[in-house]
């Protein structure tokens, strides 16, 4: 079992240095964010498959509810930000 903490840990600790990466915009083409981004999405899977053999679908669900959320949230703030863009276009014009 510690074997595989310590594996989920290597995970985590990788796709957390990809992301600050792309934060960072370290890398410099749009090939290279792509490979980043495959790179994140392929450890996040296996991390979550690891959830799922720790703890069972039920966490794993929790998880996929909380992350939908989130994108809903972030679609919503989106969207709020771009009537904000088209109301000061409007006022500027």
Known sequence: MMDVIEFEN????RVQNLN???????????????????E????ESILGRLIDLKYGA?????????VS????????????LIKIKDTEDEISN
């Open 10 to 13: 290597t995970l985590q600790e």
């Open 20 to 38: 600050l990466k792309l934060k960072l915009k370290d890398c410099n083409s749009l090939r290279v964010s792509d490979i980043l981004i495959a």
């Open 58 to 66: 039920e966490t794993r669900a929790i998880e996929v509810a909380n």
């Open 69 to 80: 959320n989130n994108l809903k949230q972030a679609n919503r703030l989106r969207k709020q």
């Open 40 to 43: 994140i999405d392929i450890f």
